[in-house]
């Protein structure tokens, strides 16, 4: 089956700008979509689609996605963002949906 | 407001089955494709399985593939996973979640989790 592959981790200073990568070949054909997920917590829908955040999600998540890569940026970083981040998308070649390694992000 | 609320996990043999519920409300359940995601201790997230809106198509990822069933009851905005032939790395904590069918919409709605622990 597809795999998507993420940096395990990443670190920001507080109010600076990150981007987490998600890799994988099914990335050329489908969006992937962004979770975060805080300890003991369930993920959070932050980014969907092209570039789609649901409601009550700070603009400063964005989305972008090129060849086999998807990009989530954070823009300003707040200590709040501090999380386990997953990306996800469907496969290509059969109705299933992966999940990316996910990256904890650290900020400093 | 939206809840999703999942029900029925606990320590289980390996080999044996277990039912988890899943109760939704404050959206229309009928409406969404469903699914289970699960997490085991420390690691990241698995996709499960998917049923469609009106539980017509279901699909499963390979490490399930053959021994869990997923299912739903529009009628009582339930979501059910029957889980057979439990294997020690099906310890986990399962999640239900509502949304995506193949449409790139994400997971909007996910409910707190329930733990299955499978050991003898």
């Known amino acids: 089956s597809s795999e998507l592959t993420q940096d395990p981790a990443v670190s920001v200073a507080l109010g600076q700008t990150v981007r987490i990568t998600c890799q994988g070949d099914?990335?050329?054909?489908?969006?992937a979509s962004w979770y975060q997920q805080k300890p003991g917590q369930a993920p959070v829908l932050v980014i969907y689609?092209?570039?789609n955040r649901p409601s009550g999600i700070p603009d400063r998540f964005s989305g972008s996605s090129s060849g086999n890569t998807a990009s989530l940026t954070i823009t300003g970083a707040q200590a709040e963002d501090e999380a386990d981040y997953y990306c996800n998308s469907r496969d290509t070649n059969s109705n299933r949906y992966v999940f990316g390694t996910g990256t904890k992000v650290t900020v400093l | 407001q939206v809840q999703l609320v999942e029900s029925g996990g606990g320590v289980v043999q390996p080999e044996r089955s277990l039912r988890l519920s899943c109760a939704a409300s404050g959206f229309s359940f009928s409406s969404y494709g469903m699914h289970w995601v699960r997490q085991a201790p420390g690691k990241g997230l698995e996709w499960v399985a998917v049923?469609?809106?009106?539980?017509?198509?279901?699909y499963f990822g390979d490490s399930v593939k053959g021994r869990f069933t997923i299912s739903r009851d529009n009628s009582k905005n339930t979501l059910y996973l029957q889980m057979n032939s439990l294997r020690p790395e099906d310890t986990a904590v399962y999640y239900c979640a509502a949304g995506e069918w193949f449409d790139s919409s994400g997971y909007s709605y996910w409910g707190q989790g329930t733990l299955v622990t499978v050991s003898s």
């Open positions: 689609g092209k570039n």
């Open positions: 049923i469609s809106y009106d539980g017509s198509n279901r």
């Open positions: 099914i990335l050329r054909k489908y969006y």
